[in-house]
């Protein structure tokens, strides 16, 4: 199980919750954070924190957000695990459903 990063996050990325995750599994996008959900250990610390409420348990995704369960999950099947989102920075791509997306809170 893991936690996911929904659609509210798209152009925000405050950030906040990769300072409280403290297993460094919140990766950066362009336009969005994304969980990876082998290396989150549902400790839930990035939930409180998101000022938009962007992060949900994945059994608790509201339903019109469930598609991003699938963009948290295939963002990394090219990275695979990289063992860390410090190490890599930030990544220069996002998935196509997030690239496709107009802009948020405009």
Do not use: W
């Not at 925000?12 to 950066?28: F, G, H, M, Q, R």
């Not at 969980?35 to 610390?45: K, L, M, N, S, T």
């Not at 994945?58 to 090219?78: S, W």
Request: proline share 8%.
């Amino acid at each position: 199980m893991t936690y996911i990063i929904t659609q509210t996050c798209v152009d925000v990325k405050d950030l906040a919750c990769v300072e409280e995750c403290p297993v460094d599994c919140i990766y950066e996008g362009n336009r969005m954070l994304y969980i990876h959900p082998d290396e989150c250990v549902d400790c839930g610390a990035c939930e409180p924190v998101c000022p938009v409420e962007a992060i949900y348990y994945e059994d608790d995704v509201p339903a019109d957000q469930a598609e991003f369960y699938d963009v948290n999950v295939k963002f990394f099947d090219n990275l695979g695990s990289p063992g860390g989102a410090a190490k890599m920075g930030k990544i220069d791509a996002d998935h196509p459903v997030v690239a496709a997306l107009p802009p948020q809170g405009e």
